[in-house]
């Protein structure tokens, strides 16, 4: 038998690298499983009450090797199992789905919220803060977030309401489109540019449009607009927080604000929430509700305000604006049957509007979606939901993946 020739100097350096790269990966995917289990049971220390960590609502003890401290896993067990918030609230499932994608993508600050949009009831939230799961929703009522681009669902209301704009109206867009630049805001007699309707710039979450519509529509319809969606107004026992939009008269401020490209306007999720069941149901601003008052931060009871309500126009528009983020706009990826499924996904009427700026309060980069999901077959059952997060250095998963979940959940239930 001949000798065989030994393989090329190049190719043996490259098989040994392809095994060192192996070694490496079967090395950190063995660390991931000996200490995942521990931290996961650890980032659930702080969610519990001091009277459950020493084991007042524990699994009935076991019996445990002596080598193991038997107080440390009983307060793991109650620690993991600590639910109490969850079933105190209408829809359990929920809200136990919340408190899972909560722990599971584990976002640095969130809040999650659902209401029924025919009755206007909070059936199921979630929140975490500062990395631990929350047992009351004090980020509900705050209205310290950036509005971010939700605010762009103002401008347009003011433009359909004002019957200058239709769904289908071309307007300009110069330069990037989700930057705004003092230059993007010049518009050149006889433009021959390129343009977008107007439901597509809203989908998209372009700024040099809606900030274009807001600047010829002026600050006063603005306000208006803002008011009947439930800006800078005091509530019944404080609840929501006054929330903050202020555009100045003219220039680029106006612009700003118009597209929500500034951190000074504010929005709280309970009333982004208020403003999605709203239009949804051609309906005046109403905040939503719960019967126990979700620990303080939501209205007992139904509350009039007697708000004044949109035109008819305006309410069609707004509505296939919202549907349009979820067929062709930036909730796109993630409103498809890969999140939802294929058994009634079909039957859905699915939209929305999403957001992203920097804040400082709590600091982070937040992460909006605000939207609702309806059957075609039965209108009657429909629900609002408002998924708020704010991320450190690292982003988990999409506000709009998240609440593709929660509507897969809520579907699998409602439409049988």
Request: contains cysteine.
């Amino acid at each position: 038998m001949l000798p065989q020739k030994p393989l090329p100097r190049k190719l043996r350096l490259f098989n040994r690298i392809v095994l060192i790269l192996i070694g490496l990966a079967c090395i950190v995917q063995c660390s991931r499983c000996a200490f995942g289990e521990k931290d996961e049971a650890d980032s659930f220390k702080t969610d519990i009450p001091e009277e459950t960590a020493e084991g007042e609502n524990s699994l009935p003890q076991r019996d445990l090797p002596d080598t193991v401290e038997p107080r440390r896993i009983e307060q793991k067990i109650s620690e993991a199992i600590n639910l109490d918030h969850v079933y105190a609230q209408k829809d359990t499932g929920l809200a136990h789905a919340m408190d899972t994608y909560l722990r599971r993508f584990h976002p640095d600050n969130a809040l999650y919220v659902a209401v029924d949009a025919k009755t206007n009831e909070i059936i199921a939230w979630g929140e975490r803060k500062d990395s631990a799961i929350q047992n009351k929703p004090d980020y509900l009522s705050r209205a310290t977030f950036p509005a971010a681009s939700l605010a762009k669902t103002i401008t347009i209301a003011a433009a359909f309401d004002s019957k200058r704009y239709s769904i289908n109206t071309e307007v300009p867009i110069i330069g990037s489109a989700h930057t705004l630049y003092k230059r993007q805001l010049k518009v050149p007699e006889n433009y021959h540019g390129p343009t977008v309707p107007v439901h597509f710039a809203f989908a998209k979450s372009y700024n040099p449009p809606i900030a274009l519509m807001g600047m010829n529509l002026g600050a006063q319809r603005l306000l208006n607009a803002a008011k009947k969606l439930g800006f800078n107004r005091n509530y019944p026992g404080g609840i929501p927080d006054r929330s903050h939009y202020a555009p100045p008269d003219s220039g680029y401020g106006l612009a700003e604000v118009a597209c929500g490209f500034t951190q000074e306007t504010t929005l709280s999720p309970l009333q982004a929430a208020a403003m999605m069941r709203a239009i949804v149901t051609q309906k005046a601003f109403e905040i939503p509700w719960e019967k126990n008052g979700a620990a303080g931060y939501a209205p007992t009871k139904p509350i009039s305000l007697g708000m004044e309500r949109f035109s008819e126009n305006a309410y069609l528009g707004l509505r296939k604006a919202l549907l349009a983020t979820a067929t062709e706009g930036t909730s796109r990826k993630h409103m498809t049957t890969r999140n939802i499924s294929r058994r009634f996904f079909e039957d859905l009427d699915i939209g929305g509007k999403t957001g992203s700026l920097d804040g400082e309060n709590p600091k982070g980069r937040y992460d909006w979606f605000m939207g609702f999901a309806e059957s075609k077959s039965h209108p009657d059952k429909a629900i609002i939901l408002v998924i708020m997060q704010a991320h450190g250095a690292y982003r988990t998963q999409v506000a709009s993946q998240v609440a593709a979940l929660l509507i897969n959940y809520w579907g699998k239930r409602e439409l049988k």
